[in-house]
């Protein structure tokens, strides 16, 4: 196979998707979108599926913003015949400590100031809003009824077909085996299946982006980190918001099948491509679940996976254009919140490869951050 | 009594309540892969893990590309075999 396109696009998730369609829908033509395994098979598809906007950055608040106010309308705005099951059920995000209350009140304050409907609930209130939660050891804390759920699926397949519709190919069950470039010029990928000619090489492939950049000789500072989850079977809708700790370093959701879908951070995960399940997630997992929300016990698991964080010193995203190299621009890193914020994020790469002034600011975000020493940790993450 | 328009309806899934005609459907959209047809259906999501519907959408698929069945890859099966209360994981002797 010996073709030619006017844009790459590596990796077949939501941000992957989301960039072809944002850039086919500003008139831009032969995109091509490259996928290893199927859609979906990589960092989205393993998520927890929970979209908010309660962050503690100002830049991850607004892109979270905008990109839930997209959710809101995406079904429509993708003409997708089938549903994204978008719910707006809230986030509950729980204080055990002072410093947690503190940092939360601080987030608040940068909430608020971007317009997010988020709130202080003491203990009792946080009871009203979650009826089974155990309030033991809990100081209080903070609530935004506009988070929610949304399915990782239904979105990349309503991306997708949006975009194909608008004329972009997507090769499935296709490697990308290494980058091709020449005098600081991408000139193409080369695959499984041969070469693809190309100026402008879009890279979205979660941890995976690391192995390729190092072909041109790109250092990313990306590390793989496994993040394990579980699901239980449907039951009657109990549960509105997403149950959040970072003390627990977990999370808790119904989403609207019915099931429960809960997943766990663990600080002392080696940092590898491992993507198998362990038992010890799994008595860990219903331990903590069971403590915070006693119902569940009675609930049975019926699966659980493990997926990847693609890891940045910061927890930060790196978006932009890689410097040195033309034709390279960078959607990767986004450390375990990448779905929810996909809908803004692939609007703005797509302004930013067809060189138009962004949306938001995107620059805080570029690669160039590292090596300068400007990092800035986003804290509020499990 | 079954009504008319139910007089053909065959389960593919029991846990999740997919139809053949479901199945058929999206087949006929082009999705061949058993990996996209899971999660787009929830097709073998369910409690038995795809112990029924797999070997059933697998014969489908090898009919609709002409496959053989040996041919059709099977999704990944994921832990545990049998779905089990998180009461017991968590150590309660009160849920076994």
């Known amino acids: 196979m010996n073709k030619t ?15 072809a369609y944002n850039l086919a829908k500003k008139g831009a033509k032969n995109i091509l979108l490259i996928e290893k395994k199927y859609l979906t098979s990589g960092a989205t598809g393993r998520c927890g599926a929970g979209v908010r906007m309660q962050f503690g950055t100002e830049t991850n608040c607004l892109l979270a913003k905008n990109s839930i106010e997209i959710f809101e309308h995406l079904g429509e705005e993708l003409d997708y015949q ?26 608040l304050g940068v909430q608020h100031k971007l317009g997010i409907p988020s709130r202080w609930v003491t203990p009792e209130e946080a009871k009203e809003i979650v009826p089974h939660l155990n309030t033991q050891g809990l100081l209080g804390a903070t609530f935004c009824g506009k988070d929610g759920h949304c399915n990782p699926f239904k979105t990349t397949d309503a991306y997708a077909k949006a975009a194909q519709r608008l004329g972009v190919e997507i090769l499935t069950y296709t490697e990308v085996t290494r980058l091709l470039a020449r005098e600081g010029k991408i000139t193409g990928v080369e695959t499984s299946r041969g070469v693809i000619e190309t100026p402008t090489v879009i890279l979205c492939a979660g941890s995976y982006s690391r192995d390729l950049a190092a072909t041109i000789g790109i250092e990313l500072p990306l590390t793989p980190e496994r993040h394990q989850i579980l699901v239980t079977e449907p039951v009657e809708m109990m549960q509105g918001p997403m149950v959040m700790s970072f003390y627990h370093g977990l999370y808790c959701q119904q989403v609207p099948h019915g099931s429960f879908v809960m997943g766990l951070g663990d600080p002392n995960e080696p940092q590898e491509y491992n993507q198998n399940g362990s038992w010890q997630f799994l008595h860990e997992m219903a331990a903590k679940a069971t403590f915070i929300l006693p119902p569940l016990a009675k609930l049975r698991v019926v699966r659980q996976w493990a997926g990847l964080y693609d890891l940045t010193p910061d927890r930060q995203q790196i978006l932009g254009s890689m410097p040195d190299f033309e034709g390279v621009h960078l959607a990767a890193g986004f450390s375990g919140h990448g779905f ?10 797509a302004e930013h490869i067809l060189g138009e002034e962004t949306s938001l600011p995107i620059s805080m975000f570029d690669f160039t951050r590292f090596a300068r020493g400007e990092l800035f940790v986003e804290p509020s993450v499990v | 009594m079954c009504e008319a328009k139910n007089k053909d309806l065959i389960m593919m899934c029991r846990c999740e309540d997919i139809t053949l005609d479901e199945v058929r459907d999206y087949i006929n959209q082009g999705i061949t892969d058993l990996e996209q047809l899971k999660r787009l259906l929830r097709i073998g999501m369910g409690p038995c893990q795809g112990r029924t519907c797999t070997p059933l959408v697998v014969n489908e698929l090898a009919k609709a590309t002409g496959r053989p069945v040996k041919e059709i890859p099977l999704t990944v099966f994921r832990q545990p075999t049998t779905p089990v209360k998180l009461g017991v994981l968590a150590g309660g002797i009160d849920y076994e």
Not at chain 1, 340 to 349: D, S, V, W, Y
């Open chain 1, 340 to 349: 929810m914020i996909a809908p803004m994020t692939g609007k703005l790469m």
């Open chain 1, 5 to 19: 396109a006017d844009y790459v696009i590596i990796g077949g998730g939501v941000i992957g998707c989301s960039i």
């Open chain 1, 82 to 107: 089938d549903s994204i099951e978008f719910k707006q059920g809230g986030y509950l995000l729980l204080a055990y400590t002072e410093k947690m209350v503190e940092q939360f009140h601080k987030n």
